[in-house]
Nanobody
Framework: QVQFVESGGGLVQPEGSLRLSCAAS????????IGWFRQAPGKERERVSC????????YYADSVKDRFTISRDNAKNTVYLQMNGLKPEDTAVYYC?????????????????WGQGTQVTVAS
């Protein structure tokens, strides 16, 4: 089954920036709605953002609105999450997934599996 590969995480100071990338070999991301999720230690996985279809409609969780920007480059078969103004509470492992529905509440792991994620740590 197709599996996502997330990258771009790292250690960054508060108010810093990172750009995460989401790719999947043999799978055309541009044909699907794609979402970013995160899971912090001891917490459930939460939906962060998603980008729907080629019209580029987007959704952001209130906690990241105005700080994070999701985008896609179909030529590179990649979805990005630009994260600015990072806070310690953004520390988590970030994952991408195929999603469905308004505001992307449905996760379609039948189409592509979760990847290993990419660790984002925000600390001084």
């Amino acid at each position: 089954q197709v599996q996502f590969v997330e990258s771009g995480g790292g250690l960054v100071q508060p108010e810093g920036s990172l750009r995460l990338s989401c790719a999947a070999s043999g799978f055309t991301l541009g044909s699907y709605d794609i979402g970013w999720f995160r899971q912090a230690p001891g917490k459930e996985r939460e939906r962060v953002s998603c980008i729907r279809d080629n019209a580029g409609r987007t959704y952001y969780a209130d906690s990241v609105k105005d700080r994070f920007t999701i985008s896609r480059d179909n030529a590179k078969n990649t979805v990005y999450l630009q994260m600015n103004g990072l806070k310690p509470e953004d520390t988590a492992v970030y994952y991408c997934a195929v999603v469905q529905g308004p505001n992307c509440p449905i996760i379609r792991t039948d189409l592509a599996s979760w990847g290993q994620g990419t660790q984002v740590t925000v600390a001084s």
